[in-house]
């Protein structure tokens, strides 16, 4: 694969990823766990600083692996991300209906529905760049 090629799969991978973090802190102010099976048990602020208190080593171990200088690591790291960012838009897509949804357009649209469309257009680059 040629240099300007992987430049833009990184960019285009990180694009994706900037969109879900951006969509996570979105997913604070609208109460998202109340969504989730297991967090929509918990109260109110034990819920909200369950949800938030997660995301930090899922993170932590997403930016590790993704950036990983081994690239078999980071390759299939980034494939299991770009497979999420689009399992995750059908989810939104489903539950855009059920009570208690609160995210709205245009900000869902972008941040959840693009970084679909993101991970999806990453795992067709790969493919046709024969990295998958």
């Excluded at 969504?35 to 602020?45: A, H, K, N, T």
């Excluded at 489903?94 to 208690?100: C, D, K, R, Y």
């Excluded at 995210?103 to 990295?131: C, D, I, K, N, Y």
Aim: charged share 15%; no cysteine; hydrophobic share 55%.
């Amino acid at each position: 694969m040629d240099r300007s090629h992987s430049n833009w799969a990184h960019v285009l991978f990180y694009l994706g990823l900037a969109l879900f973090v951006g969509h996570e802190m979105d997913a604070v102010t609208r109460q998202e766990w109340q969504l989730l099976p297991l967090l929509s048990l918990l109260e109110g602020e034990v819920a909200r600083v369950t949800f938030i208190a997660v995301h930090i080593p899922l993170f932590v171990v997403l930016f590790w692996l993704t950036g990983h200088r081994s690239a078999t690591i980071r390759r299939r790291s980034q494939i299991g991300v770009d497979v999420v960012l689009v399992v995750h838009g059908v989810a939104h897509w489903a539950m855009s209906g059920v009570e208690g949804y609160l995210f709205e357009p245009p900000l869902e649209t972008v941040m959840v529905f693009g970084g679909a469309l993101v991970g999806a257009l990453h795992l067709v680059v790969l493919w046709r760049s024969r990295e998958i």
